[in-house]
């Protein structure tokens, strides 16, 4: 196939307006390559833009989330120091404390991971702590009470298992969630912390 690019001349052009109309072609395709190269440019500029960005956003995602961990630690160093002597001027008699326990099954495998754990004869109360609670950490606590429940009826441990969220910032509408699904509400208040209990309120038990 030949490369040889066929133009249309006018019937009768001179030399010099072949050449004229030739010049002009050319300068067209330089145009265009142009026009195409800075295209590429700005293409390649833009997608390199992109990719900075991304990688800032993804930086930032980091940085939020060991600020929203080191902020947890807060709030959960806050609620381990008086949590057990709160829970007992109610009528408890909490006699261990432990944190961040890990629950294992017959095999040894972690199936849970608790903030706080409170324990005595006949009650377990567990605790989970967070910054700022949320719907979905309500719901993913509710969870937790049935895997600590089953793993209890395995190992005929016959305990009363109940529950309580911690947050240092909580929402009304969160402690309202909080409390309808039978747990504890326990909320920061200056240095301390206090276990919001509504009249007439009763906890639920697994």
Not at 53 to 63: F, H, I, L, S, Y
Not at 194 to 205: A, K
């Amino acid at each position: 196939m030949s490369d040889t690019l066929n133009y249309d001349y006018p019937p009768g052009a001179s030399p010099q307006e072949i050449w004229a109309i030739l010049r002009e072609v050319t300068e067209g395709h330089k145009e265009a390559r142009l026009r195409m190269q800075e295209t590429e440019r700005i293409v390649r500029e833009t997608s390199e833009q992109m990719k900075k960005t991304e990688e800032q956003m993804k930086r930032n995602d980091k940085k939020f989330g060991e600020l929203h961990n080191r902020f947890g630690e807060l709030a959960e160093h806050m609620v381990a120091p008086s949590i057990k002597e709160k829970f007992n001027a109610l009528g408890y008699t909490f006699e261990e404390m432990s944190s961040d326990k890990r629950i294992y099954d017959a095999s040894g495998n972690t199936i849970a991971e608790v903030d706080i754990l409170l324990e005595n004869g006949d009650t377990v109360m567990v605790v989970e702590v967070k910054a700022k609670p949320k719907d979905e950490d309500v719901a993913d606590h509710l969870g937790l009470m049935e895997v600590l429940r089953r793993r209890a009826d395995s190992r005929q441990d016959r305990r009363r298992f109940q529950g309580a969220v911690a947050g240092a910032i909580m929402s009304d509408s969160v402690r309202r969630r909080i409390q309808k699904n039978g747990f504890y509400a326990i909320e920061q208040t200056g240095d301390t912390v206090m276990i919001n209990i509504p009249e007439g309120w009763t906890p639920r038990q697994w």
